[in-house]
């Protein structure tokens, strides 16, 4: 059986993951009415918004985690946007930052963490 503890934390994880695929959903919508009020477009941003996502749980890798997320997304973005057919624009910004950003916290808390355990080691 669950502690208290772990519960709370496992609401706190659903939480988290309910706000990414709330901005996920809010950008797919914002994403139709900008590119034309088409369902291929609305289609498209929740591709790119769940792709964008996933690939930022690449910033779990301490310290570099965040280049690599930058680096690949540098070559994979421009061929994922012409795939779907939507231009460069702040719907799409909004979710490159958004998603850069937390793979940015990923990269520094995954980083404290093994200096942190480290430490004992020198």
Known sequence: MESSSDLRE??????????????????SLVGYF??????????????????LYLISFIGIIPFVG?????????FL????????GIPW???????YWSY??????FTIISSIHIIVRAKGVF
Do not use: C, E, N, Q
């Open 100 to 105: 850069f950003v937390t793979a940015l916290m």
């Open 77 to 84: 973005l421009p061929k994922l946007l012409l795939l779907t």
């Open 66 to 74: 965040v280049g690599i997320y930058w680096g690949g997304l540098k």
């Open 10 to 27: 496992g609401l706190r994880r659903a939480r988290v993951t309910t706000s990414f695929s709330k901005l996920i959903i809010i950008m």
């Open 34 to 51: 900008v590119y034309g009020k088409t369902f291929d477009h609305l289609l498209g941003m929740l591709l790119v918004g769940m792709i």
């Open 89 to 95: 624009s702040w719907p799409v910004g909004i979710l």
